[in-house]
Structure formats: structure tokens, C-alpha cells
């Protein structure tokens, strides 16, 4: 069963940094892409960022391009996304999403909330 467990969310001025989590199980990351997506209040979600697996290829949204670095520890089944320079418009719940490739299937884990003070 596959299974994302995020986790590193908090409260945070603008400016600071913060570190998300994503655990998986279930699952090796070889044939999955592993993302971020966010949702802000009363916005629809939209992705963040994603690592492929397979050759550890990596996509940034626009607005988080040079200031978000997503990673993975294959060793440790856990992706991070290290968010640095965090602005009030990064506020959102993040969620971490799995692909599978080969069978074109993807799994979501609960979010986790970002807070960024102005």
C-alpha cells in the first residue's frame, strides 16, 4: 500500500526558511515521480515541484524557481523541498504527491500548512 507522510509545515517570517518532509512507503522511487503541490485558501491546488525517480530530473514551478530545492533520500524513502526566501504569497497547505510511472497512477499524502508572516 502506498502511503506519503508530509510533515514540516509551520509559522514563518517572511524571508525564512523551512524544511518539508515527505515519507513514503510502499513503493521504490525508481518507476514514481514524487512532487509538492499547494493549495492557498479558496485557491485550487497546483504543483510546486517534482523529482523523477528514475534520473532524479526536477520541474519548479515560475515563482519558486531559485528559491525552493527539491530533493530525494531513496536510502530513507524521503523526499524534502527545502523552501528558503519564503514570501506571504507561499502560504498554502502543501501536499505531497506520488506518481507511478508505468501504471500512469498517483496517491496523495494529508498536508501539511505553511505560514509565512508578513
Known amino acids: 500500500e502506498v502511503q506519503l507522510q508530509a510533515s514540516g509545515g509551520g509559522l514563518v517570517p517572511a524571508g525564512g526558511s523551512l524544511r518539508l518532509s515527505c515519507e513514503a512507503s510502499?513503493?521504490?522511487?525508481?518507476?514514481?515521480?514524487i512532487g509538492w503541490f499547494r493549495q492557498a485558501p479558496g485557491k485550487e491546488r497546483k504543483a510546486v515541484s517534482c523529482?523523477?525517480?528514475?534520473?532524479?530530473?526536477?520541474y519548479y514551478v515560475d515563482s519558486v524557481e531559485g528559491r525552493f530545492t527539491i530533493s530525494s533520500d531513496n536510502a530513507r524513502n524521503t523526499v524534502y523541498l527545502q523552501m528558503d526566501s519564503l514570501k506571504p504569497e507561499d502560504t498554502a497547505v502543501y501536499y505531497c504527491?506520488?506518481?507511478?510511472?508505468?501504471?500512469?497512477?498517483?496517491?496523495w499524502g494529508e498536508g501539511t500548512l505553511v505560514t509565512v508572516s508578513s
Open positions: 504527491n506520488a506518481v507511478d510511472l508505468v501504471k500512469n497512477m498517483d496517491y
Open positions: 523529482i523523477n525517480g528514475s534520473d532524479s530530473k526536477r
Open positions: 510502499g513503493f521504490t522511487f525508481d518507476d514514481y515521480a
